[in-house]
Structure formats: C-alpha cells, structure tokens
C-alpha cells in the first residue's frame, strides 16, 4: 500500500509510518505549553525527524475531552509560522490537525501537505473542497459528539459497526468531492467518544477496519485508557503502557501510529514490523 503526492511517497507495505505529534497549544492534555513557543515547537519537530518520524502533525487547537474551541485567527497564529519553518527545514509531510478549512487551506499554503481531520469532513462543509483542491492526503476519523462532549457517557449498540458506518460516510463524501480513494486514511479515533471498554475493542478489533482497503491510522499515545490500566498514572507515566499498545495497533493492522514518544514508539515499531512482517 503506497501513498504518493506532491514530493512525497509513503510505502505502507514495507513498514509502519510513524506520525509525530506537534501540539502548538497551551491546553492539550499530554504536552500542552512544552512547545507553545514557535521557536521550541520548531526544535521539537527537527528533534523528532531525526529520531525518526515519517510525518510531523502539527496541530493549534487541543481536542481533549472538555477543550474549548478557539477562533480560527488563533489555531492560524499558532500554527502557520511553525509550519512554514520546518516546511523549509524537514523532508518529510507536515499534516495540519485541524476540522476548520481555513485553516487547513492556508497550512497546505505554508507547506503542510496532509490534512488531519478528528471529524471526518463533518464539522466544516468547505474542509471537503479544501482538500479536493489541495491534492493532498486527507486522514478521516470517526469522533461521537464534539471535544467539548464527547466523553459524555458515549454508547452504541454495536460499536465496530458504527465506526465503520461513519467512516464510510465520510468516504463518501470525499469521493463525491473528487479526492481519490488513494489519498484517503482512515482512524478510528481511540479516546474520541469512547469509554475505556470501548479503546480496548477497537485495537483488538482493528483488523475488521480492513474492509475499507485504507491505511488505518491509530492513535493511542498517552491516552487516558492506558493511564487506567496502569492504576491512574498521568500522561507522563505512560510511557510501556503505551508502547504495549502501538505494538499491539501494528500487529492488529495499524499502517501508521501517532505518538509523542517518536524515538521511543520507532523502535517499538522496528520490532512490531518484524515480527508481523516475517513470511
């Protein structure tokens, strides 16, 4: 499975990507303040390129459970001068973690070239155009309700079927759109309107996500779930916890991980892919 665009090739088929997070915000729930400032934020993203990250995702607003949302003038302040310095500096695809098509419209401007959705095309109409337009990569992922509330007692009567239905959804909507089936990823957005059962479900069930014939994105980096298991241990604590869990994403069929701990979660992933990959 290979993607390619713009002056970019991933080759999914012989290895895991590794995604790392770049989270340009003073409240997200892992490193929120740690690289607020443009200049750390920069340093952090070369920092991780050389520890081994396929794509840099560089997100301006936090989608935590509980954040509150901020003005699209503000995710553009904090994210447009990151982007295009490390635009300048790195080879490898910076992917834009926003749901406003503004602003994904003028981070692939600056140099961004993967667009990163938590709504799967479902919170601004125009994120669609924007991304049909750009030619680029766009990763849709299934979210229940809104950062704001999706934590909220979140049910479903049969939970893989209704992330695939979702998502399938949203599929639609970016064919109808024009993007190309080979330039869809999906992400069945662990911790997004998902109880603690709910996240183990769907990384022992990842495989069925197969169905789509996508690249599956997992995100499980720092999650609560993973603190829980450990006896309530903060994001910083979660280290084994969650390299257990990327090891776990990449045998059940994850085609790239997100994670914070880039140096770690690559070696993680070097040892997963053999194992998985042996014939």
């Known amino acids: 499975m290979k993607l390619e665009w713009l002056n970019h090739s991933l080759d999914l088929g012989k290895k895991t990507a590794v995604m790392g997070i770049l989270n340009v915000t003073p409240d997200s729930f892992s490193d929120g303040n740690r690289f607020f400032d443009p200049a750390m934020a920069v340093e952090h993203a070369l920092k991780m390129v050389e520890d081994g990250a396929d794509i840099i995702d560089i997100g301006g607003e936090s989608t935590r459970p509980g954040a509150e949302t901020v003005t699209q003038h503000e995710e553009l302040r904090r994210v447009i001068p990151v982007i295009e310095t490390i635009a300048g500096k790195v080879r490898v695809p910076i992917s834009i973690d926003t749901y406003k098509a503004t602003v994904a419209s003028i981070a692939v401007e600056a140099g961004a070239s993967i667009i990163n959705d938590i709504s799967g095309l479902r919170f601004d109409r125009d994120m669609v155009k924007v991304a049909a337009e750009a030619g680029v990569p766009v990763i849709l992922m299934h979210i229940k309700g809104t950062p ?37 990823i999906i992400d069945p957005g662990i911790g997004f309107g998902k109880t603690f059962e709910h996240n183990l479900r769907i990384l022992k069930n990842l495989a069925q996500f197969r169905e789509l014939e996508m690249p599956i994105l997992v995100g499980v980096s720092r999650k609560a779930f993973i603190g829980e298991i450990l006896g309530g241990v903060g994001p910083d604590d979660r280290l084994e916890g969650a390299a257990a869990a990327v090891a776990i994403a990449v045998m059940n069929g994850a085609d790239i991980v997100r994670v914070h701990d880039v140096k770690e979660m690559t070696k993680v992933v070097r040892v997963a892919d053999a194992i998985k990959r042996v014939t």
């Open 148 to 184: 704001r509330d999706m934590q909220k007692n979140p049910v479903y009567a049969n939970l893989i079927d209704e992330i695939l239905d979702y998502l399938r959804g949203s599929i639609r909507i970016a064919e109808k759109a024009g993007i190309s089936r080979s330039k869809i």
